[in-house]
């Protein structure tokens, strides 16, 4: 009789823990997702060269050019006729050392040629000069050279200080000064023939 009670209970207490792990068993809703940390990728640090910089280029200046002489005397650059038709009371006399300060002068010591043009009469002179003097030797006489006189000489740039009239062409200058006995259109008419001369 006692055997057959103690197994009633031992039965239901082995029946509760049964039911107990079966619980346990039933299966329950989806799992909330378990966040996870996103492994976040660090930037890769990149070596950039620089460009390296484009050299300015300097800017080059043209080198000076030297005096060169002249191609041509007096007979050349004031032929006789031409000479004759400005004025028949007129010499050609050349000059190796015209007066210091003058445009003939600073031409001669460009390797050029100076003539004077003598008034028979009463010795005033009107000088005739030409040279290629080198590009410093024309720079200074173009910064002095007066106002733009048109000389009607193509191929010519002709300016005027009253007087005196310088006609450049390239490395070339031609010039024509005088003292206030020659005027201005007598200093063009004999710039013009020597120019004529030399083509």
């Given at each position: 009789m006692e055997r057959r009670r103690l197994a009633r209970p031992t039965i239901a207490f082995c029946a509760l823990v049964i039911g107990a792990l079966l619980a346990g068993?039933?299966?329950?809703?989806?799992?909330?997702?378990?966040?996870?940390?996103?492994?976040?990728?660090?930037?890769?640090?990149?070596?950039?060269?620089?460009?390296?910089?484009?050299?300015?280029?300097?800017?080059?200046?043209?080198?000076?050019?030297?005096?060169?002489?002249?191609e041509y005397g007096c007979d050349a650059l004031l032929p006789l006729q031409g000479v004759?038709?400005?004025?028949?009371?007129?010499?050609?006399?050349?000059?190796?050392?015209?007066?210091?300060?003058?445009?003939?002068?600073?031409?001669v010591a460009g390797l050029g040629v100076a003539c004077d043009l003598v008034h028979n009469s009463n010795g005033q002179v009107l000088r005739v000069a030409a040279a290629t003097p080198g590009s410093d030797a024309l720079a200074a006489l173009r910064a002095a050279g007066g106002d733009a006189y048109d000389l009607g000489a193509a191929g010519f740039e002709a300016r005027s200080t009253g007087t005196a009239i310088l006609a450049f062409r390239g490395d070339l200058v031609l010039t024509a000064e005088a003292d206030a006995y020659f005027g201005v259109d007598e200093l063009a008419a004999a710039l013009s023939t020597a120019i004529s001369a030399v083509g």
């Open positions: 068993c039933t299966p329950q809703g989806p799992a909330a997702p378990v966040e996870t940390a996103t492994p976040t990728t660090a930037p890769i640090a990149t070596t950039t060269t620089a460009p390296s910089p484009t050299p300015t280029p300097t800017p080059t200046e043209t080198p000076a050019t030297q005096a060169q002489p002249i004759y038709d400005l004025n028949p009371n007129l010499s050609v006399v050349p000059d190796d050392a015209p007066p210091a300060g003058t445009l003939a002068a600073t031409l």
